[in-house]
């Protein structure tokens, strides 16, 4: 399922954290795990001459070198494959560039929560990734203070798999379910029917009755997928604001991971991600596999 396996670094004590993940998807697949630092040509300024420019951007050149060489040092102390490059660019462009040439068929990204104005948008290199990567991206939400996050003990226990239904949501669940399988993981389908778009207390209740059966026929479509393979699977519906909805199904449920669609660029170039997909890969305490 997974053979290459890549970690975008920044060098940062967080980042490389994500590595604990990427270390165990490789170690269970047998995946070679690419380190990629960018140097990011948008920071320096116009107008320089070439040495100008090679002197401005050698210490992240130097920090990138150092970062990537620590994460193959310690994949290779797991004996694990291990690649790495330094490239200058526009981040997100790179990291997509490389998966492509590369053959990458899984990114790991780190994420951190926002507060205040930050809580509309991702960091834009993780939100950009994730909204036009080819192949899915796995989302690690790093602590805000810079503590760096447990790294999986047995692999993924549970696995919560919203749906909606959609193609995008099969696309999803058929990847966690793959991963599911090679882990033996409890399946836990979820749907939510939205009531910041339906006026739920004044609706008929046929209408409500509609929302619930085709709840149930989605979530059972996948629970029924999953027993096909010999995995526990339950289901549920719930009722609210869909992200916080699933953030609590994934509390209750205790699980490892959460696996969603995301439908990708709109139409307005500026939001990448469908909103319920981008507050649960913000907010969730556990990993987050998106599928575009």
């Known amino acids: 399922m997974f053979h290459d396996v890549l970690v975008p670094?920044?060098?940062?004590?967080?980042?490389?954290?994500?590595?604990?993940?990427?270390?165990?998807?490789?170690?269970?697949?047998?995946?070679?795990?690419?380190?990629?630092?960018?140097?990011?040509?948008?920071?320096?300024?116009?107008?320089?001459?070439?040495?100008?420019?090679?002197?401005?951007?050698?210490?992240?050149?130097?920090?990138?070198r150092e970062a990537t060489i620590r994460i193959a040092n310690r994949l290779e102390e797991e004996e694990l494959g291990a690649a790495r490059e330094v490239?200058?660019?526009?981040?997100?462009?790179?990291?997509?560039?490389?998966?492509?040439?590369?053959?990458?068929?899984?990114?790991l990204m780190g994420t951190h929560?926002?507060?205040?104005?930050?809580?509309?948008?991702?960091?834009?290199?993780?939100?950009?990734?994730?909204?036009?990567?080819?192949?899915?991206?796995?989302?690690?939400?790093?602590?805000?203070?810079?503590?760096e996050p447990s790294p999986p003990s047995d692999g993924y226990d549970t696995v919560v798999v919203p749906t909606d239904g959609s193609d995008v949501a099969e696309r999803a669940a058929e990847t966690a379910l793959e991963l599911a399988e090679t882990y033996g993981s409890d399946v836990h389908v979820v749907y939510v029917v939205d009531a910041t778009v339906y006026d739920l207390e004044d609706a008929p209740r046929s209408v409500i009755g509609l929302l619930r059966e085709g709840g149930q026929k989605a979530t059972e479509e996948v629970a029924a997928t999953a027993r096909e393979r010999d995995l526990s699977a339950t289901t549920e519906l719930r009722r609210g604001a869909p992200a916080?909805?699933?953030?609590?199904?994934?509390?209750?449920?205790?699980?490892d991971l959460v696996a969603m669609g995301t439908r990708g660029r709109t139409l307005d170039s500026s939001r990448l991600l469908g909103s319920t997909t981008a507050q649960v890969v913000r907010r969730s305490p556990v990993p987050v596999l998106t599928v575009r």
Request: glycine letters at 12%; hydrophobic letters at 40%.
């Open 87 to 107: 490239r200058d660019g526009v981040p997100y462009r790179e990291i997509l560039d490389y998966a492509d040439e590369q053959g990458v068929d899984l990114i």
């Open 113 to 147: 929560g926002r507060t205040g104005v930050d809580r509309a948008r991702l960091g834009s290199t993780t939100e950009r990734v994730l909204g036009r990567a080819d192949v899915p991206v796995l989302s690690i939400r790093l602590a805000d203070d810079g503590a």
């Open 9 to 64: 670094t920044d060098g940062s004590a967080g980042s490389e954290a994500v590595l604990a993940h990427a270390t165990e998807i490789a170690r269970t697949y047998g995946a070679d795990v690419h380190a990629l630092f960018v140097v990011d040509s948008g920071s320096i300024p116009g107008g320089l001459d070439p040495d100008q420019r090679d002197a401005l951007s050698a210490p992240s050149e130097r920090r990138g």
């Open 244 to 255: 916080a909805e699933v953030l609590a199904a994934t509390s209750a449920a205790d699980a």
